[in-house]
């Protein structure tokens, strides 16, 4: 089985907005976010914290299904967010 490389993860932000994103490093990620230094969207919005992640086993992977959570309402990202790892 080959080692994931790739994260999809959502954020929640000050405001209780959600930001969707993907990455390769994680933790280096949320760190930036944090730190002002990522998304303009989040920029924003600090601090955020990280309530959702899914590992998969390429970049492509991780784009097609940040597509698909950026395409869920709100409520829907909050059951996922309840039901699944984070």
Do not use: F
Request: proline share 3%; glycine share 4%; with cysteine.
């Amino acid at each position: 089985m080959q080692q994931p490389s790739a994260y999809v993860y959502i954020l929640q932000c000050r405001d209780s907005s959600l930001y969707t994103g993907w990455t390769n490093d994680l933790d280096a990620r949320v760190s930036t976010h944090q730190a002002g230094r990522g998304a303009k969207y989040t920029r924003s919005r600090l601090p955020v914290k990280l309530v959702y992640y899914e590992r998969l086993s390429d970049k492509n992977a991780a784009l097609r299904r940040e597509a698909e959570l950026k395409h869920l309402s709100h409520q829907e990202k909050l059951l996922l967010i309840a039901s699944g790892p984070h």
